[in-house]
């Protein structure tokens, strides 16, 4: 079974940082094309960044290019968003994603 725990989340100021981490089971981590969403309060999902099953090739949204870094470790099975310079637009609840799979999420607030 797919399972995908994400943990990182919490209360920061605006400027501040955050790392994100998913710890993934179920699956062959090390093949997988992951990728990070997030839901804003009363909003849709948004795409946020995905990297390739080696980690090689990254991609981001607009919003964040400059900001966030997607990252993964193959040996931990594990993927990470380290998110810099934080601003209000960011707040919104953090899913990493396996094709149609997600994890339960975590809030990411940002606020003085």
């Given at each position: 079974e797919v399972q995908l725990v994400e943990s990182g989340g919490g209360l920061v100021q605006p400027g501040g940082?955050?790392?994100l981490s998913c710890a993934a089971?179920?699956?062959?981590?090390?093949?997988a094309y992951m990728t990070w969403?997030?839901?804003?309060?009363?909003?849709?999902?948004?795409?946020?960044?995905?990297?390739?099953s080696g980690g090689?090739?990254?991609n981001y949204a607009n919003s964040?290019?400059?900001r966030f870094t997607i990252s993964r470790d193959n040996a931990k099975n594990t993927l990470y968003l380290?998110?810099?310079n934080l601003k209000a637009e960011d707040t919104a609840v953090y899913y990493c994603k396996m094709?149609?799979?997600r994890g339960q999420g975590t809030q990411v607030t940002v606020s003085s």
């Open positions: 940082s955050l790392t089971s179920g699956f062959t981590f090390s093949t969403v997030r839901q804003a309060p009363g909003k849709g999902l948004e795409w946020v960044s995905g990297i390739s090689a090739v990254t964040v290019r400059g380290q998110m810099n094709a149609e799979k």
